[in-house]
């Protein structure tokens, strides 16, 4: 079973950046679509953004639009997620997920996926 380990959440102000990182347990492992959701307290999980494994496309949230991206290192096989500009409104607990086959297509703007890692917490003060 591979497994998807996130790091690099933190406190920072607004407007600051941070970079999230997502591993997988396995070098091989080649999903269709990877992702980012995020859950505040009392809020269902949300979209964030994805990328599909030739990186040719990436789908954004209209709210992280131009502040956030997506990336992906093919080597290591780290999924990433750049967000400059941080907002609160942007505290949540961040996760990554992975679509495969067929129903990938239901992991790039939905919480369908078939793994998921455990999250990073990301806090901005105003």
């Known amino acids: 079973q591979v497994r998807l380990v996130e790091s690099g959440g933190g406190l920072v102000q607004a407007g600051d950046s941070l970079r999230l990182s997502c591993a997988a347990s396995e070098r091989d492992f080649s999903p269709a679509i990877m992702a980012w959701f995020r859950q505040a307290p009392g809020r269902e999980r949300e979209f964030v953004a994805a990328?599909?494994?030739?990186?040719?496309?990436?789908n954004y949230a209209d709210s992280v639009k131009g502040r956030f991206t997506i990336s992906r290192d093919d080597t290591n096989n780290i999924l990433y997620l750049q967000m400059n500009n941080l907002k609160p409104g942007d505290t949540a607990k961040y996760s990554c997920?992975?679509?495969?086959?067929?129903?990938?297509?239901?992991?790039?703007?939905?919480?369908?996926?078939?793994?998921w890692g455990q999250g990073t917490q990301v806090t901005v003060s105003s």
């Open positions: 997920a992975a679509g495969m086959g067929l129903s990938s297509v239901l992991c790039w703007s939905a919480p369908e996926c078939d793994y």
């Open positions: 990328i599909n494994w030739s990186k040719t496309n990436t």
